[in-house]
């Protein structure tokens, strides 16, 4: 009875085999690319190490096994030197050398009232980072306008005005900073400048991307009623692009905290100067508190930046598939 009630299969009729036929030889040669692509990419990967490691003295793999003993090695001698060391407080090690005389960093701000030194020099990055954003991005806020083929019909402005941009963001930061250095000198202002010039480029063409998408029926309707380009921009352009320029600048500022850091290391000042002096001095109670604070403060910048970035753009934007 259940046999019987069984419908037979439906044949298939010539164009829907050759169909099924086409698809499954697309699947094969899928499979076969997929493979292709996986054995070429792993020949350039180890052929990539063979070189690193020949360019290493042909150390590299032969010191593979003492990758953590450095770690390991480097421990302070109590924990909590650690934090004696993050806020500047007297240790019970104290021999006269820079390694335990943690209070000779204060910043006193007023009586004993102190600001830590690591505290202080992180603040300096924080500086060099966001002046650098509001700067860069202030810039590129400008240039955006000129490079959108929306609201320039001049090829040659936009040709201009693109290439200086990818100029800028060409180079990194910290190759920037080492070129400015020579003019400039070592410190806070050679870093704000290499950090902003890369801002500019970097800021620069996600805005002008951001425009081209823009809705052109307010500037439509400006146009007109007469208005002229600048107001056409103010009025109808700016309104539309500005939560995702906001959005932008503060994904920019998370990027800026961070190179700030690598460039103090190469004497851009702040709280990488500091790290490159502890861990090149062997001071390991002062280098595990720095990258303590430095893990800190990052995550905290992180965290208030997607705050506020959600609360421009709106939740929708970080939800998959809005």
Request: proline share 4%.
């Amino acid at each position: 009875m259940g046999a019987a009630s069984q419908s037979p299969t439906p044949k298939l009729s010539d164009a829907t085999r050759a169909v099924h036929r086409h698809y499954q030889e697309l699947a094969q040669t899928k499979k076969l690319y997929s493979f292709l692509t996986i054995g070429i990419l792993s020949v350039i990967l180890v052929a990539a190490l063979w070189f690193a490691n020949a360019s290493n003295s042909g150390k590299f793999i032969d010191r593979l096994p003492y990758f953590f003993d450095f770690v390991l090695n480097f421990l302070p001698d109590d924990p909590l030197e650690i934090f004696r060391a993050l806020f500047d407080l007297p240790s019970p090690y104290a021999d006269g050398s820079l390694k335990y005389d943690y209070e000779e960093g204060r910043h006193y701000l007023f009586g004993d009232l102190y600001l830590p030194e690591y505290f202080y020099e992180m603040l300096v990055t924080l500086n060099i980072a966001f002046v650098s954003t509001l700067l860069g991005g202030g810039i590129a806020f400008v240039l955006c306008f000129f490079a959108a083929s929306n609201l320039v019909g001049s090829k040659a402005v936009r040709f201009v005005v693109r290439r200086i941009m990818e100029l800028l963001r060409a180079f990194p930061e910290i190759v920037i900073a080492g070129l400015l250095a020579a003019i400039l000198s070592l410190g806070p202002i050679a870093a704000i400048a290499a950090v902003s010039i890369h801002t500019i480029g970097a800021l620069g063409k996600l805005f002008f991307e951001v425009v081209e998408n823009a809705d052109m029926k307010p500037d439509e309707g400006l146009r007109a009623a007469g208005a002229s380009w600048i107001e056409r921009v103010r009025f109808a352009i700016v309104p539309q692009v500005l939560p995702n320029f906001t959005s932008y600048a503060l994904l920019r500022a998370e990027i800026n905290v961070r190179a700030s850091t690598i460039i103090g290391a190469v004497g851009g000042g702040g709280i990488g100067e500091v790290f490159r002096l502890s861990l090149s001095r062997d001071h390991a109670a002062k280098t595990y508190a720095i990258i303590l604070l430095l893990f800190v403060t990052i995550v905290a910048v992180d965290q208030l930046s997607g705050w506020l970035r959600r609360k421009m753009v709106g939740d929708q934007a970080f939800q998959f598939g809005a």
